[in-house]
C-alpha cells in the first residue's frame, strides 16, 4: 500500500519549501509575541534567541528525517536551503507584522 507522494499547491514550488515557510512565519510572529510581552527586555532577547535556535534546529532535524524517509539514502538533504527559507520567511515575518 504505497501512497503517492502529495502533490505541491505551486508547480515550482516543492512542498518542503512551503513547509519551511509557513514555520518561518509563524516562528516570526512569535518571537514578535513572546518580545511584545517581555517588553522588548534582555530576558526577552534571550527567551527569543532560545526559542529561534532550538526551533530551527528541530525543524531542519525534521525535515531531513522526512527527505531521508522518502529518498535513497545517497541523496543529502537540501540542509542549507531549508534553512534559508526558514529564515527568509522568519525575517520576513517580523518585517510584515508591523502591517498586522
Known amino acids: ?7 505541491s499547491i505551486l508547480p515550482l ?10 514555520a518561518g512565519l509563524l516562528m516570526g ?5 513572546i518580545s511584545a510581552h517581555h517588553d522588548g ?6 527567551l527569543s534567541l532560545v526559542f529561534v535556535l532550538c526551533g530551527g ?11 531521508v524517509e522518502s529518498r535513497p539514502r545517497t ?13 527568509g520567511a522568519f525575517i520576513a515575518s517580523i518585517w510584515l507584522g508591523r502591517f498586522l
Not at 500500500?1 to 502533490?7: H, R
Not at 527586555?41 to 534571550?46: D, E, F, K, N, P
Open 1 to 7: 500500500m504505497n501512497k503517492s507522494p502529495a502533490k
Open 13 to 22: 514550488v516543492s512542498n518542503d519549501t512551503l513547509s519551511c515557510s509557513a
Open 29 to 33: 510572529q512569535m518571537v514578535m509575541g
Open 41 to 46: 527586555s534582555i530576558a526577552g532577547m534571550v
Open 57 to 67: 534546529a528541530s525543524i531542519a532535524l525534521f525535515m531531513s528525517h522526512r527527505h
Open 75 to 87: 541523496e543529502r538533504p537540501p540542509v542549507q536551503a531549508w534553512l534559508l527559507t526558514l529564515g
